[in-house]
């Protein structure tokens, strides 16, 4: 199996000492390392027409071909359903290891991304492939439940075999101003991961603003994330270019302040081929092609990799052929 | 069962990719150039009297495009005498409810016709595609719209006046942005009744050439707009014609102070749009990365050609270092060449006079000592190009501070206090636009009202609207264009009859 980058010393360095100020409400990280962080405001208008730039950015022929590639090495295959059975889970897995039969070329998908019951299932059908097995857990996708509950189902989870955990923060802690308890639930949950990836889902449609947006970035990677992630797609509101651009700058100012090199996890409403390589420029042009890969960037989706599937198709035969002449999953 | 599962393909998953943009051209095939072009007099295209043509080049190719007319002063006043039969006999006498409907008309064949005006304005001007295609053509046809729905309301424009035309008017317009100037000029001047003889930079021509056919398209009335092409002397022709009603000018300052010379002395009614100098004003409590956007779009848009280019950067010196950085970072990723590549960024310069003016500068802020930074981008073999740049450790003295460079060279200085702030921004010949960048709303205001500038931004930069007025203090010019002052500029207003 791959093992993913891990900073050095972050584990070793965990601190229970909680770095935040005493009054909570005060918004002052710092890193693991002491470094005090600076949070730079957003505005809105300017942030959109950036992040529109991108969109107009213009992928043909063997660009196109590289880009499809690495966003399908970058997909968190994902399920999420209260019906998950081990079946769908199998029927997945293989479709990550193998996304088209018919061509052996193409890359196989960074991870499967399913619910902790699902994780043993998940797990057999990976073992020996390279794909990690990503579960959701901590009372996903609220997270309201009490941290011992949370932090038991991260325990069960990466018991079961799931090397990448991605969690949910407390929404209503963060906007009713308790940033401490915000910090201090992200790292006890890295703590109970162990060695595996943690992925803190800042849930960006609840959080009301870019400059939420940005604050909960440096306040999860302060506290621990080895990656930030903007939804569950439970919520009204999933990821879209100016949250991703909104993270992403966040992640350049943590890396720039600190040296530590954070991750980005976009999910939720990401369909199509098209909005995949957004995405890809996106990173491109914030954080460097040195982000795009497997290791720091994911795309959680389900039905992307199937039109990913017919872009490629289409670059092949110089036609477009059907959502029949690709597996369901 | 695991084991019955082939391994996975990771030669590809563990490599970190470098994301190439493969060249995205937009096709040529749209635009017919033809060999060669006359002047547009009188609703048709007619030979110069004395046969002088000169040739209109692609800044980005080198390539020759099109013979173009040279107009002389005989053709200038058969210009201006078909603008004044047009004015007497049709255009100065029509109901502005008629008036309106040509000009609706003009604002939607140049939405229809929108992707064939953006190429050729990227072939003969060197502007990228994406600039062309998203800024130019689109504010030219909203300059059109804003100004045929004034047409027949100008008596609400104007209350309780009389309001007549002022007849025929000169208009020179730059080779910046050859189909925005036309619009900007010709759009009011249309809308309140008045004919033009319209004079488009020598450099750029053929979307004022094409802005022709499109009007026999539309059938306007023969005269109503004359485009005469040609260089300095075509336009002294036209400044110094005797029954031209009002000039408008937009350009450089020392070519406004000639024609204002002129003016001056018959009276003429004049609006001069001349250079600039803007500051661009970063306190430590903005936005940073948008305005580190700001200050991009604020002078490589348009390589710089910009009148309200945000060419000097006044950065606190507080954050000073780390907002350069910042500034670096982002200007790596800046594409430049071919301007007809989707991808572009930043295009050709727009002819080898005005590289040899930029080349010169940038020259002068070296040997004065400042700090140059280019980033390490490749650029084409044939054309006139200039990556673009930025001085550090420049000096309130220095030429490039002083000096409107009109390319993509931004001279970056810093200051302490916002009192230090206004006064390195006032320092300065120009008045035409300003930046601030601030999260707080009252350094905003405060701000705004100590800069003397026309136009002042506020955590935003080159935004343009038709309803909004553009104009300058000081060597920048005087006069407003867009907006109900734009409007102002081209009418003659009295009291009406009756009143004491």
Redesign the interface.
Known sequence: M?TLPRRAGRLEEVSTEVVTPAASAVFAPRSRSGVALRV????E???E??ARTFT?????????R??I??AI?CIDLTTLEGMDTPGKVAAL??KA??PDPAN?????V?AVCVYPQMVPAAV????????HVASVAGAFPSGQSSMAVRVADIEQAVADGADEIDIVISRGAFLSGDYRYVFNEIEAQKVACGPAHLKVILETGELGSYDQIRKASMLAMAAGADFIKTSTGKVAQNSSMPVALCMA?AIRDYA?QTGEIVGLKVAGGIRTAKQAWHY??LI??TLG??W????LFRIGASSLLNDLLLQIQKLDTGRYSGPNYVSVD | ???E????????????????????LESKSIVSIDKEYGLFIGGKFVEPKDGKKFVTVSPSTEEKLSQISSASAADVDRAVKAARKAHTEIWGRMSGRDRAKYLFRIARQLQERAREFAVLESIDGGKPI?ESR?VDVPLAAAHFFYHAGWADKLEYAFPDRRIAPKGVVGQIIPWNFPLLMLAWKIAPALATGNTVVLKPAETTPLTALLFAQLLQDVDLPPGVVNIVTGAGATGSALVEHKDVDKLAFTGSTSVGKQIQRSAAARGLPLTLELGGKAAHIVFE???????V??VINGIYFNQGHVCCAGSRLLVQESIAD?FI?RLKNRMS?LRVGDPLD??TDVGAINSSEQLGRITALVEAGVAEGAEIYQPSCALPAKGYWFRPTIFTNVQQSHRIAREEIFGPVLSVLTFRTPEEAVAKANDTQYGLSAGIWT?KGSKILWMADQLDAGVIWA??FNQFDPASPFGGYKESGFGREGGLQGLSAYVSLSSPRGAS
């Open positions: 791959v730079t405001p957003v505005d208008v300017g942030l027409a950036r107009t950015r213009s992928i043909k022929t063997t660009s196109k590289a880009a590639n690495l090495s897995c293989r290891v193998r052996p070329g193409l890359p196989s960074a057999l059908h990976t073992t020996g492939t390279g794909v700058e720039d890809l420029v491109a042009e092609t040195q795009l890969t497997p290791d | 069962m695991a084991d599962i082939e391994p996975a393909n990771l030669s590809l998953t563990n490599v970190t990719f470098d994301l190439e943009y493969a060249p995205a994406r998203d409590d903005a936005a940073l990365d948008q305005a956007e700001g780390s950085d990723t989707k991808n999260e955590n935003t």
